[in-house]
């Protein structure tokens, strides 16, 4: 696995990683403001990667579909995702094509085993089984943004366990982060 890197924004413009780099923003408020935070803020960096304005960077969110992003006079679109926890969000952003991001505290979770059984399927179930128990907890959060940024790459709303969701071909990067926190990426194969 290789680890994701979250680049605090505002500061230092993000260097990408084959094509990706991940922002992380600090907030304080509702979510439907923290939205409007952390899209602001990822065209604003990604005007700084790319050395654009960022007057020129639209960020189309068609409800059913992944999140895209479209530069003014150019063909291209370049993917993102965004994910939001209490006091943090996080955008992603692929330059050569789908990308999905999610973000969840590591505290204990009430009845983790249903809730992987019916969503995360029998194969993560049984490496969650042999997991410490002490580590179980964390080892869910892991397996869950994982799961979760890898349907968000695919444009795919949460549902339970099938095989179609099981073949989802995703590579990931996670880390975690201050305050307990568990960031996952996915991106197709190849990037």
Known sequence: MTALIVSPWPGPVPAPQDG?????????VERPRAREQIRSAARDALASVLGVDADTILIDSTPGQAPRIALAGAGCAIGCSFTHEDGYSLAAINLHGAVGVDLMRAEEVFDWQAVARDYLGPEVCAELAATPAVEQTLAFVLAWTRHEAALKCHGVHLSEWCEEIAGLATSTRSALLPDNLVASLACRPGR
């Open 20 to 28: 990706l780099f991940v922002i992380g923003v600090t907030t304080s």
